[in-house]
């Protein structure tokens, strides 16, 4: 089954490559995200995190790898309803100037992919939009 590829809009943020990378490269760091109403049973190292969400128990992700103040990969952990891999990409144009995209490759099969595909975009370009406004 070929991946279905998702990729966000490019976002700016007004903060340091590094700091956004300290933040984004440890699950610890985002137990605000966790406290949404949908998510459940949040656990969290600095590598892996489980939670569940409505429709979906256990999910699992672990950070697969990671290239200081450039690059963020993450992965399902097997455990998951499908395998993904999410990559975050910062570009560092200047001291308060770091762009960011997040791409997405999926295993859907037909059925998921019909039923998540737009999903998946809105939450990527939705994640841009937090990351934009947030503060590091």
């Known amino acids: 089954m070929k991946p279905t590829k998702i990729v966000s809009k490019i976002g700016k943020i007004n903060s ?5 990378y300290n933040y984004l490269s440890n699950f610890k ?6 406290q949404h109403p949908d998510i459940k049973n949040w656990e969290a190292t600095e590598d892996t995190c489980h ?15 990671r ?33 960011i995209r997040i791409t997405v490759h999926a295993k859907l099969n037909p059925v998921m992919k019909m039923m998540l595909g737009k999903t998946l975009t809105k939450f990527v370009n939705n994640a841009v939009d937090q990351l934009e406004m947030s503060h590091f």
Do not use: C, H
């Open 51 to 65: 939670f569940s969400v409505k429709g979906f128990n256990n999910i699992g992700m672990k950070i697969k790898n």
């Open 29 to 34: 760091n985002f137990d605000r995200i966790a």
């Open 16 to 20: 340091s490559a590094q700091s956004i």
């Open 67 to 99: 290239e200081p103040y450039k690059t963020i990969q993450i992965a399902s952990d097997g455990k998951t309803p499908f395998e993904f891999l999410l990559w975050i990409q910062l570009l560092d144009k200047g001291p308060y100037d770091t762009r």
